[in-house]
């Protein structure tokens, strides 16, 4: 589908940050490319987008990002950028004869909003808009947010001075080519050349819809403060991995997000956080086989505080758009060599105290339960999804195990350690055979 | 797609193996089902089976078979089932107005000949039958078998006496309901009433299409030397594996086809055997812990035994039709089990002769190495197979492992084994890392 991005103006409240307001990095990466790359999620492809203040490197920035996509991006140039946006958007009226997104750089969003509004069946003449009915999503400007009055599906009324109003406009478009002819018909009886007032023309003859955006992530970033909402709610967004154990959950994760808000200024990539990672496990597991206390209380602290670095990998991945398959299997054989690691250290430790046999069984289990419970994740994930519906039962994970040991060390208990690690490895994996064969 | 099979006759030849020819059993599985089962892996589901001689016990067998399969199964009685074959086919009549599968009871095959019948688009009056046109194929009997002209994809002419021949009739049929008429026509004008005649009768009309089953497995079981060849054939079949390595195909294959061929006869299940194997590794692992070298060497040459009889489970699901999702996943976790335990046991033997934590840190890295290298088999080739054409690259199995560490018991250099293990393996996970960058 193509794109329409409007991307002209100056964005005066925003030059703190950076003289052209589409090329305003957050976490590294410039607004516009956010914009791109989102809607490149949601199923765009070739873009067209309006320029007008410092259009020079914002043209220079485009070409290098659509070769290093493969997209097209077509820019426009308006010069009268200073008026209203709508003029902007009359600029692009040559390329555009079938349905297309119209977003604005400065709106970031997830891109589930626009998958809708791409999915959106539209008829001739027609256009819809992203429309958020909560009523205090705490990321909104009051002061400067258009708003939206809706029946329905069909939105009646549109203006930043609304009074009777149930929406805020999110910026976030698909039009059929009508939206010119409706630019230019509400120019001329009226001289509004503005997108909000063709909106409210097609919207009196019945032919503006609103698409609930279902209550997902979007901002209009237009000052510091807006940025810097911006910043923490994509931060925020990070909180919510399914995948997350509660010691993730609840200590991991909030510690990693503090580091990752860091990182992302750096230019270190999501890969070579893992492998920071990985060898702060490998520390903490020569700490444990060290011998004595001192020792083994660091190697605990370090090793959970691995445990933490190893949620920035995918925070990082995720807000610079650096996720891939391949760094996800980095991090799960990285991490299955960070257990192995800390495991054999522990039972080193524990061998060292007390030299006997047992312990090394014990620590030998400990290792092959943890590595088996992993093996058996990706298995059981993968072959039994479509056969068990229901919950997947106790899921001991990695950030539970590590804890553990932490706790271990602490606490000055390798063998104990070990043992309950050994135990509940073992006895979840041959929980799994079990439900798998009563399913199978 | 319906599905005709013709088990009317008496099948006097084989009587040696059983007094209904459809139910003797080919390794515990009766011939009927066997045809029933692979034509449901090629996409039939209604199934037709017209019979004769002993018809109480085909009909009590086939109701729950129906029951078993969850698939349809309608008995048709021909009474007159000791004269031509073509008077039961012509006993289906009223039940098949489209196109349908034709099969014997007595002709079994690899199910991708029939998938490409049930594919072929024919139009009204065409039937289709299977030709072999591999004029050396040993399992076939030359004083038996019908023979085929076939001219193009046409059949010339078909007969038991031909002369001027260039393939062989597999009983394999797809048919429109044209071969009624055919037969009717046939009986009419010349008192033939023998399925080859309608055939003759439809190819002279240049209705009669051969389709070639490119080297594919078929045999007609019809005396004791054909079944012994169709018990070899189905065997030989379990060599193919593709994924056998070298140890494997040339050592473990051979021993574990012969000892399954005798298992087939039990009613041992397939996760039976995978679990006997794990339980024979880890005696072989408690006999290296043991100590000595005579423990030693019986626990290495037990662990390769374990490794062969490994080879059984699957085998005994695919002749048996019992492969599941489930086995899969269970003799692979159960494969980690036993690899551990085994790298274990060694890692105790080597330690108890050395006393130092040299060896239990390479013993450590062994199992780890081991485990990490299935551990990205499983994630590479799911991962990686989309976008890695080429070949995977050095392919150390299980079998190879284990096949090391039972020449390194026989030989009695417990810990010369466990470093090249603990080596290889992980030089390899660490190949497969870089490789996957590279092309990720």
Partial sequence: MKCLIIAAGKGHRLRSKGDSKPLVPLFGIPLIERVIRCAVEAGADDFFVVTGYQRESVCVFLDRLAKR??????????????????????????????????????????????????????????????????????????????????????????GKNLKDYNGFDTGLFVCTPAIFDALERCAEATGDTSLSGAVRRLASEGLANAIDIDGQFWIDVDDPEAFERAENALMANMRGKVNDGPVARFLNRPLSIWISRRLVNYSITPNQISLVSFLFSVLAAGLFALGGYFALFLGGVIGQFASVIDGCDGEVARLKFQTSDYG??????????????????????????????????????????????????????????????????????????????????????????????AVTMNLETIRRLIVCRDHG
């Fill in 69 to 158: 996509l493969g997209i097209g991006i077509t820019p426009i140039v308006n010069e009268d950028w200073e008026k209203e946006n709508g003029l902007s958007v009359l600029k692009a009226r040559d390329y555009l004869r079938e349905p297309f997104l119209l977003l604005m750089a400065d709106h970031l969003f997830n891109s589930s909003i626009v998958r809708k509004l791409v999915e959106l069946p539209l008829t001739d003449g027609e256009i819809a808009l992203g429309v958020d009915r909560n009523m205090s999503n705490s990321l909104i400007d009051l002061e400067d947010v258009t708003r939206v009055r809706t029946e329905g599906e069909k939105i009646q009324d549109i």
């Fill in 328 to 421: 996800k299997w980095l991090d799960a054989v990285l991490d299955r060599y960070a257990d192995a690691f800390l495991l054999f250290g522990l039972t080193w430790h524990a061998h060292a105290d007390r030299t006997e046999g047992l312990v090394l069984f014990v620590g030998f289990l400990a290792i092959i339960g943890s590595f088996l419970l992993s093996y058996t994740a990706d298995k059981y994930d993968h072959l039994m999804s479509r056969q068990i519906r229901q919950g997947r039962g106790l899921r001991i994970g990695r950030d539970i195990r590590v804890f553990i040991i932490f706790l271990g060390a602490v606490l000055h208990i390798p063998f104990w350690t070990l043992l309950l690690i």
